[in-house]
């Protein structure tokens, strides 16, 4: 039995302080005040040394995998030997459960990465269905990214949702002229930023995405209607119209990824959608492709999900600096990376929030001299995974 004490506990209603977490094997037993200790004379003490005691991150959409696969775009590591590496990566910045977003691309014109392979996206989709028998440092899901112009995978995809391989699925659609790229400049500046192009061979390129076959709208709520009878979320992905939200819904969507403007965030709320925004997006102080800003999203009330997208490091970060920079509310802050996705994947029964009968995902946050939050403990499952101890020159 172990009990962290002499901490701010972050619950799902409040941020409590002169408390103490009680830990019992794999789960939490119970929320003791301070003066309760002695109630367990047995229990090993960790001190929280007036920190924060989060529920473990729950990262529900990151490619960060794709870059450790594949980290030059004509390299390919080992898959199970990356899963392995980029777990003590983000074991390190709190994420104790990740979905893993895999895109399942017909053709990636941007990087021409090999992990984007169909072979190899299947060799990774394996390898993470593999490690729920294997002993892990943190819990791996996979969020299948499905582009909706990748019609030769369907029945793919269909067959790793039947086999339990997917654990969240998002329909794609990265046409030049909508979504993310409803403007075709910043298509072709993000196209001539990953390969050495002429402006002709990009509007071929353009021509050629613009004038694809894709799944029809029958094809899409079919295959969701599979994946929700699995108990399998649904969410969409870039929305940049308000009609689409309505779309969406009719599939049985119930999340909306990076919602294009905020409009359209709004709407999104409106219909009972789960929004997420990338932490990222708060660090840079708005959105890479020029779209919505997060901070001024949350300022709205629009957004219920903050993802690491491709920086894991973000998650931490943009919850203080929502706080310190925006003024936002701390406690509401955690559950965008807590319970808030825990209940948007379907797993806050057992995960998202520090409760008697949920798994100990459990971290310790500190704060140093300059206000850089550290973090010195990390627990998955009850088990204490890492601790890290910082020092003076």
Request: proline share 4%; with cysteine; charged share 25%.
């Amino acid at each position: 039995m172990l009990i962290i004490h002499n901490g701010n506990i972050v619950t799902e209603n409040e941020i409590l302080e002169g408390h103490a977490v009680v830990v019992s094997g794999e789960t939490i037993q119970e929320i003791i005040p301070e003066d309760r200790l002695s109630d367990y004379p047995t229990a090993k003490l960790i001190d929280a040394n007036g920190g924060y005691i989060s529920p473990g991150f729950i990262d529900i959409h990151s490619d960060y995998i794709e870059g450790i696969v594949s980290p030059r775009p004509t390299s390919m590591m080992d898959v199970n030997i990356s899963l392995r590496e980029a777990e003590k990566i983000l074991i390190s910045h709190g994420i104790t459960t990740m979905f893993h977003s895999l895109s399942f691309y017909r053709e990636d014109v941007f990087t021409h990465k090999p992990m984007r392979y169909p072979k190899n996206v299947q060799r990774l989709v394996d390898a993470i269905d593999a490690t729920h028998n294997e002993l892990r440092l943190i819990r791996h899901r996979l969020h299948a990214r499905f582009e909706i112009d990748n019609i030769d995978e369907v029945e793919r995809l269909v067959e790793n949702i039947e086999n339990d391989k997917v654990h969240l699925l998002s329909f794609m659609d990265h046409t030049p002229g909508q979504g993310q790229y409803r403007d075709l400049e910043v298509y072709r500046e993000t196209l001539k930023g990953y390969r050495d192009i002429s402006d002709s061979d990009v509007q071929t390129i353009i021509a050629e995405r613009q004038n694809s076959t894709f799944m029809t709208i029958e094809k899409i709520k079919e295959v969701a209607e599979i994946a929700l009878a699995k108990g399998i979320a649904v969410a969409s992905h870039d929305d940049d119209d308000v009609a689409k939200i309505d779309l969406v819904k009719s599939f049985g969507t119930t999340i909306s990824e990076f919602p294009i403007t905020l409009e359209v965030a709004k709407k999104a709320k409106e219909m009972g959608l789960q929004t997420v925004a990338g932490a990222p997006n708060v660090l840079l102080g708005g959105s890479h492709s020029g779209n919505l800003s997060a901070a001024e999203a949350i300022n709205h009330g629009c957004i219920d999900i903050l993802c690491s997208d491709y920086y894991p490091a973000a998650l931490l970060h943009a919850i203080f600096e929502l706080h310190e920079k925006h003024h936002y509310d701390l406690h509401e802050m955690f559950r965008m990376v807590t319970i808030n996705p825990a209940r948007a994947v379907r797993m806050d029964d057992e995960l998202g929030s520090i409760k008697p009968g949920k798994k100990a995902d459990l971290l310790i946050i500190e704060r140093m001299d300059d206000g850089y939050p550290m973090l010195t403990m990390t627990m998955v499952n009850g088990a204490v995974i890492t601790t890290t101890n910082y020092r003076l020159n």
